[in-house]
T-cell receptor, first 114, second 112 residues
Framework: EADIYQTPRYLVIGTGKKITLECSQTMGHDKMYWYQQDPGMELHLIHYSYGVNSTEKGDLSSESTVSRIRTEHFPLTLESARPSHTSQYLC?????????????FGSGTRLTVV | QQQVKQSPQSLIVQKGGISIINCAYENTAFDYFPWYQQFPGKGPALLIAIRPDVSEKKEGRFTISFNKSAKQFSLHIMDSQPGDSATYFCAASKAAGNKLTFGGGTRVLVKP
């Protein structure tokens, strides 16, 4: 059973619209991550958080922003969607300082910007 | 700069055969090496993980081999089954739970 939830699962939206992708986890994990997965499979880290009020940009430059007001919630926002934002977005969480269990991933949001 | 290189990009194996996926890393500070399995429409799920103090770890039909001096590790899927058809990612981090660096992924197709 998934303990990390992403909504919506699929989203088709017009260019210029503001969107928020939701990610929630029930495991009490301190660390949360957003990855962008391109059609070629590769996973690119775009944002991460090591706790409440802590957010950092990842390895891949992204026009999105994130917030971490509550431990369990890590939403990603695009202020003005563009076709280049079309992708699969995966949220993940992990414990601090770390266990043998690594990341738990959500099922992802597939975003299409038309 | 790709810190974890994975090969091959895709792999076709007959049912009952052995699937082998290789990864090489550059950062000697990495000390946690997990493998993830991803089915279409799902997020990746942890399959098996190893630390550099052991050279091999086996869980069922899945085995990780680790070569610290060569900075390489590999996943072997023994007796491959059609249900193993998925995309596999190797990864590395400085301790479990910390930011993971993923390899590029390998699509495995097991033919019946």
């Amino acid at each position: 059973e998934a303990d990390i939830y992403q909504t919506p699962r699929y989203l088709v939206i017009g260019t210029g619209k503001k969107i928020t992708l939701e990610c929630s986890q029930t495991m009490g994990h301190d660390k949360m991550y957003w990855y962008q997965q391109d059609p070629g499979m590769e996973l690119h880290l775009i944002h991460y958080s090591y706790g409440v009020n802590s957010t950092e940009k990842g390895d891949l430059s992204s026009e999105s922003t994130v917030s971490r007001i509550r431990t369990e919630h890590f939403p990603l926002t695009l202020e003005s969607a563009r076709p280049s934002h079309t992708s699969q977005y995966l949220c993940a969480s992990s414990e601090y300082p770390g266990t043998a269990y690594g990341y738990t991933f959500g099922s992802g949001t597939r975003l299409t910007v038309v | 700069q790709q810190q974890v290189k994975q090969s091959p990009q895709s792999l076709i194996v007959q049912k009952g055969g052995i699937s082998i996926i290789n990864c090489a890393y550059e950062n000697t500070a990495f000390d946690y090496f997990p493998w993830y399995q991803q089915f279409p429409g799902k997020g990746p799920a942890l399959l098996i993980a190893i630390r550099p103090d052991v050279s091999e770890k086996k869980e069922g039909r899945f085995t990780i081999s680790f070569n610290k001096s060569a900075k390489q590790f590999s996943l072997h899927i023994m007796d491959s089954q059609p249900g193993d058809s998925a995309t596999y990612f190797c990864a590395a981090s400085k301790a479990a739970g910390n930011k993971l660096t993923f390899g590029g992924g390998t699509r495995v197709l097991v033919k019946p």
